[in-house]
């Protein structure tokens, strides 16, 4: 079937990334400015140089058809695997983690890059298992999770890997895996996180003891709660398997093992994340608890969101950002310096512009009749969600700070042509929906 580009390209799509893109270059611009209105950083014009990379990956993914990308996907994914290794032990220290690579000051984060390889795998071994039973679907797309994922936990970059669970469960639940499996997940993450966190919160914001953290805290408390948790888990299978019709014991073993499983990677996660690294995803509770550390960010962050009112300051005219009380404002906090410039106007643009690229991804996914394409727009859509709602809430201070980039605004080769490259896969699949034969 003959596709005419130029026709059926999704134009829509396009001028909302081109314009993202654009305003990301004006205020990293704008975040190299010093207070007396000098630009003391070349960022923008990298940026710009990456955002040019970007387009053209773009148009080239689209043009090619996705669906040839499987002859070589698990070549791709093993190179991926091994690339990850290498960038653990080999990779430079960024920002406390091992996660990059590269040679002088050109650096790649392969991370970024493997959130990519790790959809489009995903997607093929849904549209191939269809006829498996669905334990065994989820299960299989449970290890392929958690291997790229562990990789990048142990670099240890908290912030990317946690965009592989919105991907799974996205992808997931539009492939039909049955919700309990879903519930699984999310309560093992959301648990797992909270037994981290809890020690460092007790120490660091409530700033006294009490007795059942200390399940967390000491070792022998923690060995016999997960070995007393394990066992009525057990019991609850046993009574599954003896009384088949009986539901009671398939929610006990259901809850009392996800306890023990969140009990022991809330262990291990504990064990290599940071101290700092923790403090940040509690601190926005009460940034006021470490005004000069951790909660420093959240703080100006507000402020400059708040100064910039209905309207802004005006382009340029920022305090926040040129008298540098934002860290990482080139990255993380891009958001709070197009704010405090353009103000709530402005805010308000950038959230349609995210909106519109959502609900073109729906609707490619809900007119494309190629099941491969079907799964690999469902899982940008839970990358992009992520992305988007992470880093706002970040900077608004009702959401952890995790380092996630705000995509397309945010300074950065390696998440930039990510972004770029999944949005030339999404139009390559619009392009193709309704091209049924096999490439």
């Not at 669970?165 to 499996?181: D, Q, S």
């Not at 952890?400 to 770029?420: E, N, R, V």
Request: one cysteine or more; glycine letters at 8%.
């Amino acid at each position: 079937m003959k596709i005419n580009f130029f026709v059926f390209f999704d134009y829509i799509l396009f001028f909302c990334v081109l314009v993202l893109s654009c305003l990301g270059i004006s205020f990293i611009y704008s975040s190299g400015v010093n207070s007396e209105g000098i630009s003391v950083s070349t960022e923008y014009i990298r940026q710009i140089v990456w955002v040019s990379i970007g387009v053209v990956l773009l148009l080239l993914f689209s043009i090619y058809d996705f669906r040839k990308i499987r002859r070589f996907l698990n070549w791709i994914s093993g190179a991926m695997i091994i690339i990850l290794v290498y960038t653990k032990f080999f990779g430079r220290y960024v920002n406390g983690a091992r996660s990059w690579i590269g040679i002088a000051n050109l650096g790649v984060q392969p991370s970024e890059f493997c959130k990519i390889v790790y959809i489009l795998f995903l997607a093929e071994y849904f549209e191939k298992s269809v006829r498996e039973s669905p334990g065994k679907r989820f299960i299989t797309a449970l290890c392929i999770m958690l291997l790229p994922m562990t990789l990048i936990l142990l670099q240890p970059d908290l912030g990317t890997a946690s965009v592989f669970i919105p991907i799974f469960i996205v992808m997931c639940f539009v492939a039909g895996v049955p919700l309990k499996y879903i519930l699984l997940v999310v309560l093992t993450g959301g648990l797992t996180i909270l037994f981290t966190i809890i020690p460092v919160w007790q120490s660091e914001i409530a700033h006294r003891s009490y007795k059942i953290v200390s399940i967390l805290t000491f070792r022998k408390y923690r060995i016999l709660v997960i070995a007393a948790s394990a066992a009525i888990a057990l019991i609850g299978a046993i009574g599954k398997i003896i009384f088949k019709n009986n539901k009671y014991y398939y929610w006990i073993a259901f809850f009392f093992g996800i306890l023990t499983v969140s009990l022991i990677t809330s262990y291990g996660l504990g064990k290599v994340l940071k101290t700092y690294q923790l403090k940040r995803l509690i601190v926005y509770i009460d940034p006021s608890s470490d005004p000069l550390g951790s909660g420093w960010n959240i703080i100006q962050s507000k402020i400059a969101i708040g100064s910039g009112g209905p309207r802004g300051r005006g382009f340029l005219n920022g305090t926040q950002s040129h008298y540098r009380f934002l860290p990482q404002q080139s990255t993380d906090f891009i958001f709070s310096i197009l704010s405090e410039e353009f103000g709530f106007i402005g805010g308000s643009f950038v959230f349609i512009l995210y909106l519109t690229i959502l609900v073109r991804i729906m609707f490619i996914m809900i007119n494309t009749k190629n099941t491969f394409g079907y799964y690999i727009a469902s899982g940008i859509l839970g990358m992009f969600f992520f992305h988007f709602v992470v880093n706002v809430g970040m900077v608004m201070g009702i959401m952890p700070i995790t380092g996630i980039p705000l995509l397309f605004l945010s300074y950065g080769g390696s998440s930039l042509l990510t972004a770029m490259i999944c949005v030339g896969l999404l139009i390559s699949v619009n392009l193709r929906k309704l091209d049924l034969m096999e490439t």
